[in-house]
Every structure is written in structure tokens, then in C-alpha cells.
């Protein structure tokens, strides 16, 4: 068995809120027979605070689903300005060099989000590393949609088991969420016009392409979502230009 060492100053386990890479990444390495030890710090880059159980502790050392967790200190309170970032990044480097000799021999690591690096002041990316990245981040979109495809084309003959139940879905969705949105939005009579149908068109937009991926992610019913997606998508080509039409009179 390969042992691999994870390095990152934030992580997210499936409990808690923010980003989950780290943590499915990690669990597709286990699966695939690496045992894995994780430095991270318990101070979350939302809160910023040190939670009430670590108080007075600088490192410490967890078990969670087959991997070794070492927590470690990292400066909070943390701000937009340099001192404080620079106080933040180089506590956790400090501590995770620590927690790294503690930590059982290891033949590969794998470290992310380098935010020392990133947090020096007149330190600017170059601009085709920038770009690079920007093109990586708006292949999501097409990739959800190949998926969505796919996973489509395998659970055919879905929409006839619950036609009502869909039907239901698809009323809520692109109506009576929209009709809500337009009604609680009348209540400020000096907004924007062009804010307000943004908003309530915003309200009545299809499912989310994203959605069959999280309902197979917690074992839910994936044909439903899939249909349930795919169709309100080709009944909002309608239902939009009718609110369009809705709000402009």
C-alpha cells in the first residue's frame, strides 16, 4: 500500500460547509488503495475563528474514514491586509512543518493552494497562467452538461413512472417560484425594473444541470432528477419569454 501525504491549510469534510476537492479527492485515493495522511489547519478560511475544541491546542491528530487527520494551529482573524495574511499562511506553515515530522514516513505528497506564495504583495500572476486557469474553470459548465447527458441517456423511460410528481416540479419551478419572486419584489416599488426582472427570471429558471449529480451523491433518485432537469428545461424556452412578456406590461 502507497502512502501518501496530503497537504493543504483548508479542507472541508463532508459535514461541514465549503469547498469538497480536497475531501474527494482524498476519498477517491483511498479507494484506490493509499493510505492517507492529511495536514490541514482547523481554522476555516469563512469563519476564521479557532472552534471552542481546539482551543489551547497547536496540533492535533484525528482519525475520520480511514485517514489520518493532524489539525494544526494557523493565525485567525484574518483580514484582506498583509500583516494578518502573512501572520495566517506562515503560522500554518510553521505548525504544518511540525505536524510533517510527526507524521509516518510517506512515499508521495501532494500539497495544494500554496497561499504563502500567492499572498506576497506585488507578486503578480502572470497573465497566461491567469487565463489558463480562467479556461479550466468555464469547462465546467459544458462538462455538467456532457454528464447530465450521459447519465440521460442511461436512465431512459423515467418520465413515464411519476408524470404527476414531475408535472408538480415543473409548476413550482417555473411558476409559482417566479409568480412568488414578482409578488415579494412588489413590496419595493422603488427598485431597479431591470433588476427586478433579472431577479424574477432568475426565479424561474430551469433545475439545475448540477442537481442529478448531487442526488446520485446521496443516493437519490437519479432518473427522476435527470427528467425532472431535462424537462423543465425545454418547458423554460416558454415559460421565460411569457415572464418576460408578463413583467414588461
Known amino acids: 500500500m502507497k502512502r501518501l501525504l496530503y497537504l493543504t491549510q483548508y479542507y472541508a469534510s463532508a459535514d461541514q460547509p465549503g469547498a469538497s476537492r480536497h475531501y474527494q479527492h482524498i476519498r477517491h485515493l483511498t479507494a484506490r488503495g493509499y493510505k492517507v495522511t492529511l495536514i490541514t489547519s482547523y481554522v476555516k478560511n469563512r469563519l476564521r475563528v479557532i472552534p471552542p475544541e481546539y482551543k489551547g491546542i497547536k496540533i492535533a491528530k484525528e482519525e475520520e474514514e480511514g485517514v489520518t487527520i493532524y489539525k494544526t494551529y494557523a493565525y485567525p482573524n ?3 491586509d498583509f500583516r494578518t495574511r502573512m501572520l495566517n499562511y506562515l503560522s500554518f506553515m510553521l505548525y504544518s512543518f511540525i505536524a510533517g515530522l510527526k507524521a509516518p514516513p ?4 501532494f500539497a495544494s493552494s500554496p497561499s504563502l506564495f500567492v499572498g506576497l504583495t506585488g507578486l503578480r500572476i502572470p497573465s497566461i497562467v491567469l487565463e489558463a486557469s480562467g479556461m479550466i474553470g468555464e469547462v465546467t459548465i459544458p462538462l455538467a452538461m456532457i454528464a447530465l447527458g450521459l447519465v440521460l441517456s442511461q436512465k431512459r423511460g423515467a418520465v413515464s ?4 410528481l414531475l408535472l408538480c416540479v415543473g409548476t413550482i419551478r ?3 417560484m417566479p409568480a412568488a ?3 415579494a419584489l412588489s413590496l419595493f416599488p422603488g427598485m431597479d425594473p431591470t433588476l427586478r426582472v433579472c431577479l424574477v ?3 424561474g429558471m430551469p433545475c439545475a444541470s448540477s442537481a442529478p449529480l448531487f442526488v446520485e451523491r446521496y443516493g437519490g433518485d437519479v432518473p427522476f432528477a435527470v427528467t425532472a432537469v431535462f424537462s423543465t428545461t425545454i418547458a423554460a ?3 421565460i419569454p411569457l415572464w418576460l412578456l408578463c413583467l414588461r406590461t
Open 78 to 80: 484574518y483580514g484582506r
Open 106 to 109: 510517506c512515499d508521495l505528497v
Open 161 to 164: 413512472r411519476q408524470p404527476g
Open 174 to 176: 417555473l411558476l409559482f
Open 181 to 183: 419572486a414578482a409578488l
Open 201 to 203: 427570471l432568475l426565479a
Open 237 to 239: 424556452a416558454g415559460t
